[in-house]
């Protein structure tokens, strides 16, 4: 029950900061909960792109050994 309210008081913080408390529920939900919503959806895409570059070009080459992966390495 304590969770729930610690949510609730979240939301609303949330809606009074974004001045979303005076909009109806499907104008709230089309301004600034789209924007919010395409900001996460970037970072997650970039962050995921991020991390595959980064097992590509480091990780993969120590976990499996013998393999040349673009690390300028001649057998």
Do not use: Q
């Amino acid at each position: 029950m304590g969770e729930m309210n610690w949510v609730s008081r979240k939301i609303h913080l949330y809606n009074v900061t974004m001045g979303l408390y005076m909009l109806d529920c499907r104008s709230s939900l089309t301004g600034e909960d789209m924007m919010v919503l395409i900001l996460l959806w970037f970072v997650c895409f970039n962050g995921s792109r991020f991390a595959s570059d980064v097992f590509d070009s480091h990780l993969k080459a120590r976990i499996i050994p013998g393999g040349n992966y673009g690390l300028g390495i001649e057998k």
